[in-house]
């Protein structure tokens, strides 16, 4: 079954930091993976996808994630994070064009 | 543009009522979609749409139908609420089948006692 993990709940870093936020997949075929950010009381926002091409892509707000076929992992990061970066981040795999299987979160605390 | 409504935003349910959950896009967009959100399990895909006319079923599709006769209104109905069923309910949609990048309504929360 398709599926997709994201092994943090919650990750802490100080602000002015680099971040990253974990996220793998599992392998069927060559998923389209997506990262989306929640803030308190609203829907998701698109961040950033990864087609194909070059492993390193580069998103919304100064994020960027890191494509590794080899560990089917897809993981977020940033060089100096915000606070205002605080927020819920969802990793997605998109299967066969049409269906999406999102992480189950990591919740990012970025503290001053 | 409004991007994706939804509505209502919040309702509460009494066991065996049934409701639709409103979603509508002026995007022009194809691909459309429902999600639930639960605590700790992310959000699952619940029915889902390519264009008018067309469904198919998600990961958690049982208690739930869905029809699209226009491209701009994606409605969810329960048609005999349960309370696994309470949730925040997201309405998606995107260009097209394969572009992956959704715009998301505010959600609804519902609670079924």
């Known amino acids: 079954a398709q599926s997709v993990a994201q092994p943090e709940d919650q990750v802490n870093v100080a602000e002015g930091n680099p971040l990253t936020v974990k996220c793998t997949y599992s392998v069927s075929g060559n998923p389209y993976l997506f990262w989306y950010v929640q803030y308190p009381n609203r829907g998701l926002q698109f961040l950033l996808k990864?087609?194909?091409?070059?492993?390193l892509v580069k998103g919304s707000y100064g994020f960027e994630a890191e494509f590794n076929k080899s560990q089917t992992s897809f993981h977020l990061k940033k060089p100096s994070a915000l606070v205002s970066d605080s927020a819920l981040y969802f990793c997605a795999a998109m299967y066969n064009f049409n269906k999406f299987y999102f992480g189950s979160g990591t919740k990012l605390n970025v503290k001053p | 543009n409004a991007g994706v409504t939804q509505t209502p935003k919040f309702q509460v349910l009494k066991t065996g009522q049934s409701m639709t959950l409103q979603c509508a896009q002026d995007?022009?967009?194809?691909?459309m979609s429902w999600y639930r959100q639960d605590p700790g399990m992310g959000l699952r895909l619940i029915h889902y749409s390519v264009g008018a006319g067309i469904t198919d079923q998600g990961e958690v599709p049982n208690g739930y139908n869905v029809s699209r006769s226009t491209t701009e209104d994606f409605p969810l109905r329960l048609l005999s609420a349960a309370p696994s069923q309470t949730s925040v309910y997201f309405c998606?949609?995107?260009?097209?089948?394969?572009?992956?990048?959704?715009?998301f309504g505010p959600g609804t929360r519902l609670t079924v006692t």
């Open positions: 995007m022009n967009h194809e691909y």
């Open positions: 998606a949609s995107s260009y097209s089948q394969g572009s992956g990048e959704q715009y």
């Open positions: 990864y087609i194909t091409g070059d492993n």
